[in-house]
């Protein structure tokens, strides 16, 4: 595909969408059947270097009638070792040689792409010597071409590692390039002497006691050390997956991870997974098959494609007449000319993927009529996964596919990034398709396309989502067979006629109820007004008195005839128990007065934007407010402008005030419950901010107050054994068994 793009000036991209749309689909037999397809891309593959899968290679179930596979199930390979030594060829004529051996020393090509360096220790190489302090390096003033050093990494590379030279033999040592030192198996201040002086003297020696037979040789000296296929099962040893084995299970060529290495898109296998994998598995063909409405039959795929497309199509049109909707237009594209609010995300979910269809099977369509030929062919089909948000709205009723949409385009950049290399310049051309099709981000149907030997097959998706099927057939069955499909007529009983009745008096009052109130009221009033009326209406239906508790207990109130005393929230034995309970924590922490602070405090000014901003976030998500609560604002910004005179202000206010400053209290009354509401002036709402920020502080530093977790009910139960869990981790030495300690949880009734 490089080379078709870089040969041709001027790659031009087929149209999209492939037909108008108000052109129906092409009937199969009348336009397709009797045109041959053009020529397919295919490897050039040699009849003699390539004897082992040249009959092969390029068939649609290849090797089936041979030992090589599992007959007619095709769910297992076994191949030997000339078969797997092509197949690794022809993955490596995939990229060039030059490429591979600029990887090692970790170059790259001018015009070529660049990678990960092999070895991470290449720069501290020269650290400590360079050309002027080291006397054993050549000094070269002209810098060599990265070219030279690729040709000839021995000569030109300080130090060459992983360079292959594919023209020697499988077992070859060079003592110039890789030396043997004894420097890892002798000691550093040892004497150097060899095995031979050990076993038969020092040389000079004439004492020799015995000598070796001329007749002893090599042991299997006779047999030879390699033969063709040694070179060949050492590359395949090394190689990626799955060439480094004979023996495997047999994929679909959308199932195979190309960028493995770099998207991760399982779970690692050493982990534990939630269900076993046998659990989750949905076979849909083995159900569909064990209905009387499926049958199985061969065909060729794009005439299968086109009955979709038109079986799509009236099904769309008849859901849409069904509902008189005569105004809206679809055209043959599945394209809707009005979208909003006459149906539900189901039917938008199923034209989408219709339309997806349509325009695949329309490529596949002007290929087989010769329009375009198969590097166009193949453009498109990269173009059409990795612009799906552009030429359908797919998301739009499912906005999660949005997360396969950006894979797309993270994948689309990938390949961009290797193929629009040196002169190979960007623009269509890119047929690279694979990785976009099997990103999975089509969630219905999904037509897998190849193209073997110019002969195509099709395949239905076994990943169908079974949450979309069950979406379509509810969409169907209430759009064919009505609300009450099951068609079971209800008795119409007295309970039935009086809850009817109820529910049109509930209405009728609703109505009356709002046409009386006044605007200054709000709305949603008339839902509590409701709960009132129909709390009444149960009363006077068990001939009981209803009053309204909130407004009699105001009337008792209100008079000085009280029938209970008055709550007062806490009593005078808890209070002295309480108070009680905090001399003695006082007590024994051996806490003393905390002193007023300086007027030259250094903290004073954090202390108080502490304050103030706490006091701020009442009013963050208040829209309106009345006078005093507008003060109070004003009174907060202007402290944060002046936060030393405000401090002043509040530190002589404090030592010089003599009595409380008065507050007021109110309920407000919401018929259902009081509320108690304080009005506090703003400057001693300020000072008291303040003062509890820096006696809080105090406090803190001198371990009055313990690290404790207060359970409420709005929050989670989860959050509060978190912060249970970080209470007892932040203190000291809690984990702490040396000496034979242990925690112990307490639990007591306060």
Not at 282 to 311: H, I, M, N, P, Y
Not at 435 to 463: E, M, Q
Not at 637 to 646: G, K, L, S, T, V
């Amino acid at each position: 595909m490089r080379q078709e793009k870089c040969d041709r000036r001027h790659f031009k991209r087929m149209q999209f969408p492939p037909f108008d749309n108000e052109e129906p689909p092409l009937d199969y037999g009348d336009n397709i059947l009797d045109v041959d397809p053009l020529e397919a891309i295919q490897l050039n593959l040699n009849e003699e270097e390539d004897s082992p899968i040249f009959e092969w290679f390029y068939d649609h179930r290849p090797l089936v009638d041979t030992p090589s596979v599992s007959g007619e199930a095709y769910r297992f390979w076994s191949l030997d070792l000339p078969v797997m030594t092509n197949l690794l060829q022809c993955l490596v004529s995939l990229r060039q040689k030059i490429v591979l051996y600029g990887e090692s020393p970790d170059m790259a090509i001018p015009g070529g792409p660049k990678s990960e360096p092999l070895y991470h220790d290449m720069e501290a190489f020269d650290k400590d010597s360079n050309e002027l302090n080291d006397i054993n390096k050549v000094i070269i003033r002209q810098q060599i071409r990265t070219e030279y050093k690729v040709s000839f990494p021995q000569l030109y590379n300080s130090l060459p590692r992983s360079v292959h030279d594919p023209d020697l033999p499988a077992f070859y040592f060079d003592p110039l390039v890789n030396p043997i030192s004894n420097y890892a198996v002798v000691a550093r201040n040892a004497p150097l002497i060899s095995h031979e002086d050990e076993v038969f003297g020092p040389n000079g020696a004439d004492d020799y006691e015995w000598e070796l037979s001329d007749d002893v040789g090599l042991f299997l000296s006779d047999s030879p050390l390699e033969n063709d296929r040694a070179a060949n099962a050492i590359a395949l040893w090394w190689a990626p997956a799955p060439y480094d084995t004979w023996l495997g299970h047999t994929r679909h060529a959308q199932d195979v991870r190309l960028v493995k290495n770099r998207y991760l898109e399982h779970c690692p296998p050493n982990q534990v997974t939630k269900l076993p994998k046998a659990m989750t598995k949905k076979s849909l063909f083995r159900q569909l098959k064990s209905t009387k409405f499926f049958q199985t039959t061969k065909l060729d795929w794009v005439e299968a494609g086109l009955q979709v497309c038109r079986q799509g199509y009236n099904m769309l049109d008849f859901s849409i007449h069904h509902k008189n909707l005569n105004y809206l237009h679809l055209d043959y594209n599945m394209n809707l000319a009005r979208k909003k609010s006459h149906f539900g995300n189901a039917f938008y979910l199923c034209s989408e993927t219709l339309r997806l269809t349509k325009l695949v099977v329309d490529v596949h369509v002007q290929f087989r009529l010769g329009t375009v030929n198969a590097f166009q062919l193949a453009d498109a089909l990269q173009y059409t996964p990795v612009h799906v948000g552009a030429l359908i709205d797919m998301y739009r009723p499912k906005y999660k596919l949005m997360c396969q949409v950006r894979m797309c385009k993270d994948l689309k950049h990938l390949m961009y990034y290797r193929i629009n290399t040196g002169p190979v310049g960007k623009g269509p051309g890119c047929g690279f398709w694979v990785l976009g099709w099997r990103s999975d981000c089509f969630p219905c149907v999904i037509l897998s396309l190849f193209l073997n030997n110019g002969k195509h097959t099709f395949y239905l998706r076994t990943a169908l989502r079974l949450n979309y099927l069950l979406r379509l057939g509810n969409l169907l069955a209430h759009q064919f067979e009505g609300p009450n499909s099951k068609g079971i007529a209800k008795p119409v009983t007295k309970q039935r006629v009086e809850s009817h009745f109820d529910l049109e008096l509930c209405a009728a009052v609703t109505h009356d109820i709002l046409n009386t109130m006044p605007e200054s009221i709000k709305q949603n009033k008339a839902k509590m007004i409701i709960q009132h009326l129909s709390k009444a209406w149960r009363w006077w239906k068990a001939n009981i008195p209803w009053k309204s508790l909130a407004c009699w207990s105001q009337s008792k109130t209100s008079s000085s005839d009280t029938s209970s005393p008055r709550p007062i929230g806490i009593s005078s034995k808890e209070a002295v128990a309480i108070y009680t309970a905090t001399v003695h924590w006082l007590e024994a922490r051996k806490s003393t007065s905390v002193p007023f602070p300086p007027l030259s405090y250094k903290r004073g000014t954090k202390l108080l934007v502490l304050a103030l901003g706490k006091l701020k976030e009442a009013y963050s998500v208040k829209s309106r407010l009345n006078q005093s609560q507008r003060e109070e604002l004003a009174l907060i910004e202007q402290a944060y402008n002046n936060p030393h005179e405000c401090l002043s202000r509040i530190k002589r206010l404090s030592l010089t005030q003599c009595a409380f400053v008065e507050s007021d209290i109110y309920f407000f009354n919401t018929y259902d419950k009081l509320i108690p509401c304080y009005d506090i002036e703003p400057m001693e709402k300020i000072a008291n901010a303040y003062l509890d920020q820096f006696l809080f502080l105090k406090a803190d530093k001198r371990g009055l107050l313990p690290a404790w977790n207060r359970p409420a009910d709005a929050e989670p139960t989860r959050l509060l054994v978190d912060k249970w869990r970080q209470g007892i981790n932040n203190l000291n030495d809690i984990w702490a068994t040396s000496e034979g300690e242990s925690n112990v949880l307490m639990d007591n009734v306060l």
